[in-house]
């Protein structure tokens, strides 16, 4: 079966912009995760949608946000980009919500020049 | 909050040596995972442990979470090339994953 889709791959902003990242879950999975990952930080938790629920949000700004919509299908949006938002951002699928036993996308690597 | 140590940070070894990298924590994790990420790529689920003093074996590799489930290892005997990656451990607790900073190996030819 198909697994996680993230688009775009790679993209550049520069500050102040904002950036829509889109994620398909792999077929039956109801619960999607979005995770930051950089080289000084590692990965950080964003957070969990299930059946269009935000369940849980990491500790970032308001400047990111997200939802999921019928289909599974997320999206998760950055407003006024920052140098430091540079970040290969990561989605992960499951078939419950709150599990360790996640399928992670390719990632959209973000550049903020 | 939970946080999940890992060491060594980084790892270099020759191909066909043995070893063997950490993720301790000082909370009670109801499991752990591992997984694995190459370049460009994003992790990979490599095991799932769940019961103290559980050990899982997946081909050359092996798992073990500790008796007080505070903590896990990961063993590769004989590396390959190709075990080359990030590996990360992660911890379901309270609402959401958190993961370890990761242990970065290189296996040389």
């Known amino acids: 079966k198909a697994g996680v889709t993230q688009t775009p791959r790679y993209l550049i902003k520069t500050r102040g912009q904002q950036v829509t990242l889109s994620c398909s879950p792999i077929?039956?999975?109801?619960?999607v995760s979005w995770y930051q990952q950089t080289p000084g930080q590692g990965l950080q938790f964003l957070f969990e949608?299930?059946?269009?629920?935000?369940?849980n949000k990491g500790n970032f700004p308001g400047r990111f946000s997200g939802r999921q919509f019928s289909n599974s299908r997320s999206e998760m949006n950055v407003s006024t980009l920052e140098l430091g938002d540079s970040a290969l951002y990561l989605c992960?699928?499951?078939?419950?919500?709150?599990?360790?036993?996640?399928?992670f996308g390719e990632g959209s690597r973000l550049t903020v020049l | 909050t939970q946080l999940l140590e890992q060491s060594p940070q980084f790892l270099s070894i020759q191909e066909g040596e043995n070893l063997t990298v950490y993720c301790n924590s000082s909370?009670?994790?109801?499991?752990l995972q591992w997984y694995r990420q190459e370049p460009g790529e994003g992790p990979v689920l490599l095991v799932t442990?769940?019961?103290?003093?559980e050990v899982k074996k997946l081909k050359r590799l092996t798992f073990q979470f500790g008796d007080a489930r505070k903590d896990s290892s990961l063993h590769i005997t004989a590396a390959q090339t190709g075990d080359t990656g990030l590996y990360l451990c992660?911890?379901?607790?309270?609402?959401?994953?958190?993961f370890g900073a990761g242990t970065r190996l290189t296996v040389k030819p």
């Open positions: 992960a699928s499951s078939f419950l919500a709150n599990t360790g036993e996640l399928f």
């Open positions: 992660a911890g379901e607790g309270g609402n959401d994953m958190r």
């Open positions: 949608y299930f059946s269009e629920t935000q369940r």
């Open positions: 077929s039956g999975h109801r619960s």
């Open positions: 442990v769940v019961t103290g003093g």
């Open positions: 909370s009670v994790f109801s499991s």
